[in-house]
């Protein structure tokens, strides 16, 4: 039977309540409340004083994974090898150096020559330099290894950048999905890990996907899952709460997977769905990566409800003899205005980007061409500069990128994986591998007609500290010019470069095909080039990085100029790669020739002709590390002098750290510890305040 008076004294079996003793008792209460109290207004001071000083710290020293979030579904990693059979898409600088996959495995290289051990940390390393490795602008998880990126997006205030990670080690394996968010693409905030392989359906990876806003400002998420028999099948997933702009919490479908690779294509070659289109009929319209024998392909699928899909008769587009196609990507340009577009805009004004990363050779190559709606095809402008035998982003290592629609700037913004041209060894000593590119905003080249401009955010600009302008400074034939512009490692350069136009008309013709890759790097003197920078160069210059053109002249008199990167020099250490990377760059006429570089430690980002030919470099200085790095313009032309105009700023570091509680305070309130100074006195006096009075009323009960 239910107490009716739960609250009253306990009474006599005669109905009269207990007294005597039980005042008594009431008296003993009365003190221990007494010294209970007290003790509570002094735990109350010190637990507000421990709170502030854990909360300040947590905001440093968070890891990845550490969150007080309530998750909906908790999500563990699962520790495994290698699927096999599956690509590690890994930047493959040089091909057939095991890292000791599963058999079947595409081997993730680790560009060290052949013989050099991949499990002892070689000479010359040592912990300086490899801390002077990281990067101090470039977006990078706390440690381990990260590749694609994934499914990036601009949500309720907020960008949003999902990456394959490994959060068990410095080498690939064990993919789930990282997640960080920013105001600005520049500093960032870790969150805890958004999906693991925690189903059947992607136990054995939870590969690339991509974001789709929906017209009701929804969001929905398709992603490539590895089965538990390796099979590549295609998710859908979702916010568990989409009021939550950090997007915490993410809910894989009940019914997953929602495609699986149809017949004639192979369970291992059919994965990374893109962003989807709407078509006029009102259905939404993805493509998925896949091959035939060695044809590369892009299947095409419609959909009203992103479980149900209705897969179209032939391809997207077809290249024989590509291979595999990864990170397939699709999205229009404007031909008239210099703004980005929705991935659905279509018409007349309009041009399409086919965009595909190339399993076999790992680079990425785009074309421009005509999409047609009605049957879901593509046609390039030009066969010879197809999909994956033409134009590429990036002449350097530069892998499975991604753009997404900024719907916050009306722009298109271009990701892009930088894998690392070091030893694994060394990987595993420093404890991470791999970043991402800086942010690049994507146009189209009105005045080729065949080419994208590729160019850094214009955030990135936020760091530039203090600047140094050297005005046409004249670099004769041969020589080098030492520019004073103090630390090395982190600098925003642009150079424009002016030649003698008389000697361009002396100079030699000649049959010979030049390219950046065989022609014999920065040293090789010919007529026209090179000329250009050295970066990451010690005073003795026995390291340099020297980013230039070169001007070649055939027998008919024509002129056509490459831009390159050499690394042949770049390091003293036996076990990094050392590649010259470049190509061809259109310059039209009366252009000056110019380039821009983003320098950050181990990488070095360089744009010319206004991002018309990219080229990404990993460097690994023994010696030019620090304020040992020097910079440098340099002339090794025989026929032409160079006249040089140079600005150059030092670079700030981003704030790029683990998100806090705390965080959603007001700057103010982050950057001033007054609050807290004035407030913990005053909780102690309340504390205190409010002890007394309840004292003060129970010895007027007694």
Same mark, same amino acid.
């Given at each position: 039977?239910?107490?009716?008076?739960?609250?009253?004294?306990?009474?006599?079996?005669?109905?009269?309540?207990?007294?005597?003793?039980?005042?008594?008792?009431?008296?003993?209460?009365?003190?221990?409340?007494?010294?209970?109290?007290?003790?509570? $207004?002094?735990?109350?001071?010190?637990?507000?004083?421990?709170?502030?000083?854990?909360?300040?710290? $947590?905001?440093?020293?968070?890891?990845?994974?550490?969150?007080?979030?309530?998750?909906?579904?908790?999500?563990?990693?699962?520790?495994?090898?290698?699927?096999?059979?599956?690509? %590690?898409?890994?930047?493959?600088?040089?091909?057939?150096?095991?890292?000791?996959?599963?058999?079947?495995?595409?081997?993730?290289?680790?560009? !060290?020559?052949?013989?050099?051990?991949?499990?002892?940390?070689?000479?010359?390393?040592?912990?300086?330099?490899?801390?002077?490795?990281?990067?101090?602008?470039?977006?990078?998880?706390?440690?381990?290894?990260?590749?694609?990126?994934?499914?990036?997006?601009?949500?309720?205030?907020?960008?949003?950048?999902?990456?394959?990670?490994?959060? *068990?080690?410095?080498?690939?394996?064990?993919?789930?999905?990282?997640?960080? !968010?920013?105001?600005?693409?520049?500093?960032?905030?870790?969150?805890?890990? $958004?999906?693991?392989?925690?189903?059947?359906?992607?136990?054995?990876?939870?590969?690339?996907?991509?974001?789709?806003?929906?017209?009701?400002?929804?969001?929905?998420?398709?992603?490539?899952?590895?089965?538990?028999?390796?099979?590549?099948?295609? *998710?859908?997933? /979702?916010?568990?709460?989409?009021?939550?702009?950090?997007?915490?919490?993410?809910?894989?479908?009940?019914?997953?997977?929602?495609?699986?690779?149809?017949?004639?294509?192979?369970?291992?070659?059919?994965?990374?769905?893109?962003?989807?289109?709407?078509?006029?009929?009102? @259905?939404?319209?993805?493509?998925?990566?896949?091959?035939?024998?060695?044809?590369?392909?892009?299947?095409?699928?419609?959909?009203?409800?992103?479980?149900?899909?209705?897969?179209?008769?032939?391809?997207?587009?077809?290249?024989?003899?590509?291979?595999?196609?990864?990170?397939?990507?699709?999205?229009?340009?404007?031909?008239?205005?210099?703004?980005?577009?929705?991935?659905?805009?279509?018409?007349?004004?309009?041009?399409?980007?086919?965009?595909?990363?190339?399993?076999?050779?790992?680079?990425?190559?785009?074309?421009?061409?005509?999409?047609?709606? @009605?049957?879901?095809?593509?046609?390039?402008?030009?066969?010879?500069?197809?999909?994956?035998?033409?134009?590429?982003?990036?002449?350097?290592?530069?892998?499975?990128?991604?753009?997404?629609?900024?719907?916050?700037?009306?722009?298109?913004?271009?990701?892009?994986?930088?894998? %690392?041209?070091?030893?694994?060894?060394?990987?595993?000593?420093?404890?991470?591998?791999?970043?991402?590119?800086?942010?690049?905003?994507?146009?189209?080249?009105?005045?080729?007609?065949?080419?994208?401009?590729?160019?850094?955010?214009?955030?990135?600009?936020?760091?530039?500290?203090?600047?140094?302008?050297?005005? @046409?400074?004249? !670099?004769?034939?041969?020589? !080098?010019?030492?520019?004073?512009?103090?630390?090395?490692?982190?600098?925003?350069?642009?150079?424009?470069?002016?030649?003698?136009?008389?000697?361009?008309?002396?100079?030699?013709?000649?049959?010979?095909?030049?390219?950046?890759?065989?022609?014999?790097?920065?040293?090789?003197?010919? $007529?026209?080039?090179? /000329?250009?920078?050295?970066?990451?160069?010690?005073?003795?210059?026995?390291?340099?990085?020297?980013?230039?053109?070169?001007?070649?002249?055939?027998?008919?008199?024509?002129?056509?100029?490459?831009?390159?990167?050499?690394?042949?020099?770049?390091?003293?250490?036996?076990?990094?790669?050392?590649?010259?990377?470049?190509?061809?760059?259109?310059?039209?006429?009366?252009?000056?020739?110019?380039?821009?570089? +983003?320098?950050?430690?181990?990488?070095?980002?360089?744009?010319?002709?206004?991002?018309?030919?990219?080229?990404?470099?990993?460097?690994?200085?023994?010696?030019?590390?620090?304020?040992?790095?020097?910079?440098?313009?340099?002339?090794?032309?025989?026929?032409?002098?160079?006249?040089?105009?140079?600005?150059?700023?030092?670079?700030?570091?981003?704030?790029?750290?683990?998100?806090?509680?705390?965080?959603?305070?007001?700057?103010?309130?982050?950057?001033?510890?007054?609050?807290?100074? +004035?407030?913990?006195?005053?909780?102690?006096?309340?504390?205190?305040?409010?002890?007394?009075?309840?004292?003060?009323?129970?010895?007027?009960?007694?």
């Amino acid at each position: 039977m239910v107490d009716t008076k739960p609250l009253l004294p306990a009474s006599n079996s005669d109905g009269s309540y207990l007294t005597g003793s039980c005042v008594n008792s009431l008296k003993s209460i009365k003190v221990n409340l007494t010294i209970f109290c007290g003790l509570l $207004a002094v735990g109350l001071f010190a637990a507000l004083l421990i709170g502030n000083y854990w909360s300040d710290n $947590a905001r440093i020293h968070g890891s990845l994974a550490s969150s007080t979030s309530k998750r909906t579904h908790p999500l563990r990693p699962v520790s495994r090898g290698p699927a096999q059979g599956v690509s %590690e898409k890994t930047s493959g600088i040089w091909a057939g150096v095991s890292r000791g996959p599963a058999p079947g495995v595409s081997e993730k290289t680790s560009r !060290v020559r052949a013989g050099v051990s991949g499990n002892i940390l070689p000479e010359p390393w040592n912990s300086t330099m490899l801390e002077w490795q990281r990067t101090a602008f470039h977006f990078q998880p706390e440690k381990n290894w990260m590749n694609d990126p994934n499914g990036p997006l601009f949500y309720n205030g907020w960008y949003h950048f999902f990456y394959q990670y490994n959060p *068990n080690g410095a080498v690939w394996g064990d993919i789930v999905w990282g997640h960080a !968010v920013s105001k600005d693409l520049i500093n960032w905030f870790h969150l805890p890990l $958004a999906m693991v392989a925690d189903q059947w359906y992607d136990k054995n990876g939870v590969w690339t996907g991509s974001a789709t806003i929906l017209p009701d400002g929804k969001i929905v998420m398709l992603y490539t899952g590895s089965t538990t028999e390796a099979v590549q099948v295609q *998710n859908l997933a /979702f916010p568990a709460n989409h009021s939550d702009p950090f997007l915490i919490d993410w809910i894989k479908y009940h019914g997953n997977p929602v495609l699986v690779p149809p017949p004639g294509i192979y369970k291992k070659d059919f994965r990374d769905p893109t962003t989807a289109w709407l078509t006029s009929e009102g @259905k939404w319209r993805i493509t998925i990566g896949s091959k035939r024998n060695k044809t590369g392909i892009s299947l095409v699928y419609d959909t009203k409800d992103f479980i149900n899909y209705e897969m179209l008769e032939g391809e997207l587009h077809a290249v024989s003899g590509t291979g595999m196609w990864e990170c397939v990507d699709f999205f229009p340009v404007s031909k008239t205005e210099e703004k980005g577009l929705d991935t659905s805009i279509n018409g007349p004004e309009v041009k399409h980007v086919v965009k595909v990363s190339l399993d076999d050779d790992r680079h990425d190559y785009y074309a421009l061409g005509t999409y047609h709606e @009605k049957n879901g095809s593509w046609i390039p402008d030009l066969t010879e500069i197809d999909v994956g035998i033409g134009i590429r982003y990036d002449y350097g290592i530069f892998y499975a990128s991604k753009t997404f629609y900024d719907q916050n700037k009306n722009r298109r913004v271009l990701w892009g994986w930088i894998g %690392e041209g070091d030893s694994e060894a060394a990987d595993m000593d420093k404890g991470w591998a791999s970043l991402q590119s800086i942010p690049r905003t994507i146009l189209f080249d009105n005045k080729t007609g065949t080419n994208l401009l590729q160019w850094p955010v214009e955030e990135i600009e936020s760091l530039r500290l203090n600047g140094t302008e050297f005005e @046409k400074v004249q !670099v004769k034939a041969g020589s !080098v010019v030492p520019l004073d512009v103090g630390p090395g490692s982190q600098l925003d350069i642009i150079a424009e470069f002016e030649i003698d136009k008389e000697a361009l008309k002396k100079a030699t013709g000649s049959n010979i095909t030049f390219s950046c890759q065989t022609g014999g790097g920065a040293a090789k003197s010919g $007529a026209l080039g090179p /000329f250009g920078i050295l970066v990451l160069a010690d005073e003795s210059l026995s390291e340099q990085t020297p980013v230039y053109f070169y001007i070649a002249k055939d027998s008919d008199g024509d002129l056509k100029t490459f831009f390159c990167t050499d690394l042949s020099r770049s390091s003293k250490a036996p076990d990094v790669d050392k590649q010259i990377f470049g190509s061809y760059v259109p310059v039209l006429k009366d252009e000056n020739l110019s380039l821009r570089v +983003l320098m950050d430690h181990s990488i070095v980002e360089s744009f010319a002709q206004g991002g018309r030919t990219v080229i990404t470099s990993r460097i690994y200085p023994t010696e030019a590390i620090n304020g040992a790095s020097k910079m440098f313009l340099f002339n090794n032309a025989t026929e032409t002098c160079v006249s040089a105009s140079v600005k150059i700023w030092q670079m700030d570091s981003a704030f790029i750290r683990p998100y806090s509680d705390d965080d959603d305070k007001d700057d103010d309130d982050r950057k001033s510890t007054a609050p807290c100074l +004035l407030l913990c006195p005053i909780n102690y006096i309340v504390s205190c305040v409010t002890s007394l009075y309840f004292i003060y009323h129970v010895s007027k009960f007694s």
